[in-house]
């Protein structure tokens, strides 16, 4: 039984997917059409609206059901129902609510693909998918029987087809080999794995060319294809989600997976805006944090800097604006003179000139090692 807090309102009319642009501000709404059916009152309708609009409570209620009724989702970090398990049951409610399956069975395989990573049985996966069912039909029926009829088939075929597309999924994952050749892959940290529930719906790929692996520091998605082939699509996911993904790519997968572990856990030390990034990028900090001796260099040169946090500033925009003057001053909202200035300051308290690239290194690993500190 679902527990007597648990609300929903279903609209008899075509229901809309909307959200915010930023996962932390969704609103996970179905919405719906601005034509009425005839015979339905405004007053029901408004609490039709009302009802749909808190699915998204909904589905994170019955991930915490799954995790009370099946030990192995007991064992899941509570980061991983709200923000994986809780989107799949919205996404698998969504379409039973609106008769539409674009993409289930992908979503489905790689579902099972995540859950045999996370350490879910196979057995403990249908069984979720069985609660899911049970517990939608006797809230239809409760909250809104008159809609009973015509939704209950579609969830039974919903249950039918996710559960065979994700046992599927489960044993592509746990077969885990791949021929030799190159391979991609992409790392999402913790905060952000629910956008893995999407990747499907980006990547041009089918079940077998991916694979999921669990890290300390989040998920790792890793791709049989060539970086390129698939970079735009994950630079469109990772700005559809407003998320960051780290991407690598290398001649094997453990290669790739080490890289992607590694960025997993320095990523979070930087303040990085939504985006796809190489892990290159981290490489600098990397290489300070494993020398002591480093570290006291870095601290030395970033020393002058640390009475001017206007220089900083201004160096870190320098930096991450492709060293132009002009994307710095527009980000800072100064004049490229003004930043030109600060440069000059900067290379004079220093000792470094920014026309070398030694001395660009130099400063772009001191000021990652600063702000990694910071954090």
């Not at 996710?162 to 999402?188: C, D, F, H, K, N």
């Amino acid at each position: 039984m679902l527990p007597p807090n648990w609300h929903l309102l279903v609209c008899p009319e075509e229901p809309i997917l909307s959200s915010g642009t930023h996962p932390k501000e969704r609103t996970w709404d179905l919405g719906w059409c601005t034509k009425p059916r005839s015979g339905v009152s405004l007053g029901l309708r408004n609490r039709m609206a009302d009802l749909v609009r808190s699915l998204h409570t909904w589905a994170q209620a019955m991930a915490r059901h799954y995790a009370q009724e099946i030990p192995d989702y007991a064992r899941l970090q509570a980061s991983l129902l709200e923000r994986d398990v809780a989107l799949v049951s919205y996404e698998y409610l969504r379409t039973a609510l609106k008769g539409q399956d674009e993409d289930l069975e992908d979503l489905a395989i790689a579902v099972g693909q995540r859950r045999q990573r996370q350490g879910i049985s196979l057995t403990g996966l249908l069984r979720a998918y069985r609660l899911w069912a049970k517990d939608t039909l006797e809230f239809i029926q409760k909250e809104a029987p008159y809609l009973l009829v015509e939704v209950a088939p579609r969830v039974a075929q919903i249950l039918d087809r996710v559960s065979e597309a994700s046992a599927r999924g489960y044993q592509l994952s746990l077969e885990g080999t791949w021929p030799p050749g190159p391979v991609s892959g992409i790392g999402v940290a913790l905060h952000d794995v629910g956008v893995l529930v999407y990747a499907p719906r980006y990547l041009p790929l089918g079940a077998k060319d991916t694979a999921l692996t669990q890290t300390s520091g989040g998920q790792i998605l890793l791709l049989r294809s060539p970086l390129k082939e698939v970079e735009e699509a994950l630079r469109k996911l990772a700005k559809a989600h407003a998320v960051v993904l780290w991407a690598q790519e290398g001649r094997s997968r453990e290669e790739v997976q080490k890289d992607l572990e590694e960025a997993l856990l320095l990523g979070p030390l930087l303040r990085m805006p939504p985006g796809l990034y190489p892990v290159r990028f981290l490489w600098p900090l990397s290489m300070a944090l494993e020398s002591s001796r480093g570290q006291e260099r870095l601290m030395r040169l970033a020393k002058p800097l640390e009475e001017h946090p206007d220089l900083w500033q201004t160096l870190e925009a320098f930096l991450k604006s492709g060293l132009s003057l002009k994307r710095a001053a527009h980000q800072l909202g100064l004049h490229p003179n003004t930043v030109l200035y600060r440069i000059h300051q900067i290379e004079e308290l220093t000792g470094l000139s920014l026309k070398r690239v030694e001395d660009l290194c130099l400063l772009q690993m001191a000021l990652q090692y600063k702000e990694a500190l910071d954090r």
